[in-house]
């Protein structure tokens, strides 16, 4: 089998790679061994605003037009709901914090999206003396939907192996790849989330595990139509049903669920919610994060025709599409990398 480029992974960073390679209509297979399930456990918020800090996401007006433009494309083409277009209200905990929030409403990279309307609190089962500020421009990908969907059509198309990538059986020249004899490309792409810590060839990146649980409750009574965010995000699903989240660990490389974290996340939405409700699902996942908070792109340093796409960290549904963008752009025009996601500043 001869295609243009292998790509290894098939979470948010190898959907968004592999979009660029089906739009120009390039030849692909794709590996996963179901090992990382940071995509599948993601909350899928996009939001272009820091609400600890009231501050404004890196790249966020240019991460969102590619971003939603590429999941309105995926709804059509395959026919499913992805984008759930959300208001988040942050909860405002006292005056001061009023105050900062309209403080950054007149900066111009936030003026777009902090509401400067004061949104009082009318449900009787949240605690928000102090009210909310709105946030535009938000929503949520139903992440898990698009991955189950995309992985259908790859293996429909035959593109999907559903198995582990062995390194060792990579023969590597600088004019082509051949993979277990069998598969010959001219480039590949490592997608693989925290999984890169077993790359041979790539696990020398300054790549970090940090750990994330979420839970879904069941809270008949609640009947919100936002997004929370309070000390904890509530997001909610479908039938009365509710995302809470996230936790942060950075010892912890495990995909199993924790009591600690579910305690936690429990204990912190006690503080705005005083309504019944009932713990449905627990999961967990590693995301792959980076100290500088920027994402790890480029090229192998030995072997040129060998490239990462990684560290998406916790904004994966907004940044993925817009790095992928520059990885293809880099590997098939030659346009440098911008210098703040390129994994040169690291070598």
């Known amino acids: 089998m001869?295609?243009?480029?292998?790509?290894?992974?098939?979470?948010l960073a190898g959907i968004s790679f592999c979009e660029q390679l089906r739009s120009h209509h390039k030849t692909y297979v794709v590996f996963d061994d179901?090992?990382?399930?940071?995509?599948?456990?993601?909350?899928?918020?996009?939001n272009p605003v820091i609400l600890k800090r009231f501050t404004p996401v890196w790249k966020s007006k240019e991460q969102l037009q590619i971003a939603l433009q590429m999941y309105n494309h995926l709804e059509q083409e395959f026919n499913i709901k992805l984008d759930y277009k959300i208001p988040v209200l942050r909860k405002f905990s006292s005056l001061e914090e009023q105050n900062d929030w309209f403080t950054a409403s007149d900066n111009p990279l936030l003026s777009e999206y902090l509401s400067i309307k004061l949104i009082k609190n009318t449900n009787p089962f949240i605690d928000a003396p102090f009210g909310y500020g709105e946030v535009m421009q938000t929503g949520r990908i139903d992440v898990k939907t698009l991955i189950d969907a995309y992985k259908m059509h790859l293996k429909k198309a035959n593109r999907f192996f559903e198995t582990v990538f062995n390194y060792e059986q990579l023969e590597v020249t600088n004019n082509k790849l051949i993979y277990n004899n069998n598969i010959q490309a001219k480039h590949i792409?490592?997608?693989e989330g925290y999984g890169v810590n077993k790359n041979i060839f790539f696990k020398q990146l300054p790549l970090l595990a940090t750990k994330g649980e979420l839970l879904t409750i069941?809270?008949?009574?609640?009947?919100?139509?936002?997004?929370?965010?309070?000390?904890?995000?509530?997001?909610p699903l479908e039938d009365n049903h509710y995302i809470v989240g996230a936790t942060y660990n950075w010892d912890d490389t495990s995909n199993e669920v924790t009591l600690k974290a579910k305690d936690e996340l429990l204990s912190k939405l006690k503080t705005f919610l005083n309504c019944p409700f009932e713990v449905v699902n627990h999961v967990a996942g590693i995301r792959p994060t980076v100290r500088d908070r920027r994402p790890l792109v480029g090229q192998h340093p030995v072997?040129?025709?060998m490239y990462v796409l990684n560290g998406l960290g916790t904004r994966g549904v907004m940044i993925g599409p817009y790095v992928a963008k520059q990885l293809f752009e880099f590997i098939e025009?030659?346009?440098?990398?911008?210098?703040?996601?390129?994994?040169?500043?690291?070598?």
Do not use: C, M, W
């Open 2 to 11: 001869q295609v243009d480029f292998i790509v290894i992974g098939s979470g």
């Open 34 to 46: 179901k090992s990382q399930q940071s995509s599948t456990v993601a909350g899928g918020l996009y």
């Open 189 to 191: 792409v490592f997608t």
């Open 218 to 235: 069941h809270a008949p009574n609640l009947k919100i139509d936002f997004i929370l965010k309070g000390s904890v995000f509530l997001i």
């Open 303 to 305: 072997y040129k025709n």
């Open 333 to 347: 025009f030659g346009k440098p990398l911008e210098d703040e996601i390129d994994i040169k500043r690291y070598q």
